[in-house]
């Protein structure tokens, strides 16, 4: 099921929001290839470009909450690192299991549904924290 990009989900800072596109665009990308039966290794391939990016992306933002002070820096960094603990959960049992609708599914619960849901609450506060302030 593809995850939809849409402007209720934009933060208001043009960085976060572009990472947050590619971000909904790699995850979709994964979905698609466990759903093609693209192959083990192109799935492990994607699930690695996507931790990358992950990781890149929530460097951008402790970037910011660290430049700015923002107070809410430590509930955002548990997050991030809840999250990044998922996707290394699904990387090493790609290791020992077959991909199959129920890996699938328990991917978007786990992965893309948290996804939707820390950009909508958490990292819209660390934007309106951002723009109230002026730092953006």
Known sequence: MPFKWTKALAVGVEEIDEQHKELFKKVNEFSAAMRENKGKEVIKETITFLKTFVVEHFAAEEKLMKKYNYPGYDEQREEHQKF????????????????????????????????????????????????????V
């Open 84 to 135: 990044m603990n998922a996707i290394n959960e699904f990387k090493n049992e790609l290791k020992y299991v077959e991909i199959n609708s129920n890996f699938i599914v328990r991917f978007e619960l786990k992965i893309a549904n948290r996804l939707l849901k820390h950009t909508s609450t958490i990292d819209r506060k660390l934007g309106d924290f951002l723009i109230e302030n002026g730092f």
